[in-house]
């Protein structure tokens, strides 16, 4: 079985991890329609509790 020749310093590891680190990006987010509030997409809104149109959420369960 093959074995490295020498060992990877710190900086050579963190440096081929800082290329996939800054890849990432923020989750998308979007305007709710029924009140304007960002909200993440594919989620109910924490502000009004409705998604796709309907009320998924009861306003006195948020607060």
């Known amino acids: 079985m093959a074995n490295p020749r020498r060992k990877n310093s710190k900086a050579r590891s963190r440096n081929r991890r800082a290329h996939y680190y800054s890849r990432l990006e923020a989750p998308t ?25 309907r009320q998924i959420v009861d ?3 948020i607060a």
């Open 29 to 53: 987010t979007m305007e709710c329609p029924n009140c304007g509030e960002t909200k993440l997409m594919h989620h109910a809104c924490p502000a009004c509790g409705q998604y796709r149109g």
């Open 59 to 61: 306003r006195k369960e």
